[in-house]
C-alpha cells in the first residue's frame, strides 16, 4: 500500500503540472452535455407550409390560419397553382402544401365530406412522419371548432379514413414519467454515458501511450512495484477526474434541462463509476495494441461510434432491425443509460436495476483485467 500510495501520490501531482488535461477532462464534456441537449432535439417546428386557396372563403383563411398559428407550421407563401407549390417543395424552399379546393366552403355548410391535399417532402421520412401527425391533428381541433360553431364538420385529408356513422371510440392519453414531452431528458441522460466512455477511454489510452513514448515506463519497472500497482496507479488520478466530471454534468442536467431526480442520485454516481471505469480499461486496452497517441485515437475512433449508436443513447432501440437488437446488451453504455433514465425520470430502485449493475460491474472488472494483463505481457 506504500508503494501504491506513492504511485498514485506521483501520477496526481503529474497531473498537477499538466493542468490542460484537467481541463479538458472537465469542462468540454460539461459543454458538450449542453450542446447536445440543445442541438440534438427531435421536436420538429416551424415547416414552412405553402398554400393553394383555391376556395378564397373565410372558412379556407380559418383552416390556414389554424395551421400557421400553430408552433408547427408557419406560412411559406400562397400559390396560384399546384404545379408552383411542387416546384418550391421540390426546390426545397418548402417543407410542406396545402391544397383547398373550390368548393371548400359550400361543401361544409352542406355537411359534405371535404378533401384537403396535403403534401409532405419526404426526403426526411421521420420529419414527414411528424408532419403528417401534425396535420392530421389539427384538421380534427378545426373539425371541433366549426362544430362549436353549429357546422356539422366532415374536413378530411385525402387518403384518411372516411368518418365513420356507426360507434366511435375516443382516447384519453396520460404521459407518465415525462407528462411535458421534453425530448432534452431522453438526450441528455442518453449521451451521458456515451461522453463517459469516449472521454475516459481516449484519455486513458494517450496517457498510457504518452508514457512508453518518453521511457518512463522504463523507469517504473525499476522500481519494487508490481505491474497491478503501476496500472491502477496510472488509473486512479483519471478515475477522480472524470468523477468531477460526472458530478458537473448531474448539476447541468438539473439545472440547464431541469431533469428530475426521482430516485437515489447515489446510484447514478455509482452507475457513472462503473461506466468510467469500463472506459478507462477499453483505453488501456487499446493503448496495449498501438505504439503512438495517433494510433491509439485511430483505433478508439473505430472502437467508440459503434458503441455509441449502439447504445440507444440517442434513438430508441426499438427503432434498430431485430437481428441488431440483442447486440446492444453487451454495450455498457445502454445498461448505464438504462440505470440514468430509470433512476433520474422513474425513481427506479437497486430492486429493479441489479441486473443492469451486475453487467456493469462485470464489463468493468473484465476490461481492466484485460487491460493490466496485456500491459504484463508488454512489458515481458
Not at 127 to 151: D, M, P, V, W
Amino acid at each position: 500500500m506504500t508503494r501504491l500510495h506513492a504511485l498514485i501520490r506521483k501520477e496526481f501531482n503529474q497531473i498537477r503540472r499538466d493542468r490542460r488535461l484537467a481541463v479538458s477532462l472537465i469542462v468540454p464534456p460539461t459543454l458538450q452535455i449542453l450542446l447536445f441537449g440543445f442541438a440534438l432535439d427531435a421536436t420538429v417546428t416551424n415547416l414552412r407550409l405553402g398554400v393553394v386557396d383555391a376556395s378564397r372563403t373565410p372558412e379556407s383563411r380559418e383552416l390556414v390560419a389554424s395551421f400557421t398559428e400553430s408552433r408547427s407550421f408557419r406560412l411559406g407563401g400562397y400559390y396560384t397553382a399546384i404545379g408552383g407549390l411542387e416546384d418550391a417543395i421540390s426546390r426545397g424552399k418548402l417543407d410542406a402544401g396545402m391544397v383547398i379546393p373550390y368548393r371548400f366552403a359550400r361543401e361544409l355548410h352542406r355537411g359534405q365530406p371535404v378533401d384537403v391535399q396535403i403534401l409532405l417532402n419526404a426526403v426526411n421520412a421521420n420529419t414527414a412522419t411528424i408532419a403528417q401527425a401534425y396535420s392530421e391533428g389539427l384538421i380534427q381541433t378545426y373539425n371541433q371548432t366549426l362544430a362549436a360553431e353549429g357546422i356539422r364538420p366532415a374536413v378530411r385529408m385525402v387518403g384518411a379514413a372516411a368518418p365513420g356513422e356507426r360507434g366511435l371510440v375516443t382516447t384519453v392519453t396520460a404521459f407518465l414519467y415525462n407528462p411535458g414531452l421534453v425530448n432534452a431528458w431522453f438526450i441528455v441522460t442518453g449521451t451521458f454515458g456515451v461522453l463517459l466512455i469516449l472521454n475516459s477511454s481516449l484519455v486513458a489510452a494517450t496517457a498510457m501511450v504518452k508514457e512508453r513514448e518518453r521511457g518512463t515506463v522504463e523507469q517504473l519497472l525499476m522500481t519494487p512495484a508490481s505491474t497491478t500497482e503501476i496500472v491502477v496507479a496510472k488509473i486512479t488520478p483519471l478515475f477522480v477526474l472524470l468523477m468531477v466530471m460526472v458530478v458537473m454534468a448531474v448539476l447541468v442536467m438539473r439545472a440547464g434541462f431541469n431533469v428530475p431526480v426521482r430516485g437515489s442520485i447515489l446510484l447514478v454516481i455509482l452507475g457513472a463509476a462503473l461506466c468510467v471505469l469500463c472506459g478507462i480499461g477499453l483505453g488501456t486496452f487499446i493503448a496495449t495494441f498501438t505504439k503512438s497517441a495517433q494510433q491509439s485515437q485511430l483505433t478508439a475512433f473505430f472502437v467508440n461510434p459503434p458503441l455509441a449508436t449502439l447504445s440507444g443513447a440517442m434513438t430508441p432501440v426499438e427503432a434498430m432491425p431485430n437481428w441488431l437488437q440483442p447486440v446492444t446488451w453487451v454495450n455498457p453504455i445502454r445498461h448505464f443509460g438504462i440505470i440514468t433514465r430509470a433512476v433520474l425520470l422513474k425513481g427506479s430502485g437497486v430492486d429493479v436495476l441489479w441486473p443492469n449493475f451486475l453487467v456493469l460491474i462485470g464489463f468493468a472488472v473484465l476490461l481492466v483485467s484485460l487491460s493490466i494483463w496485456r500491459f504484463r505481457q508488454q512489458l515481458g
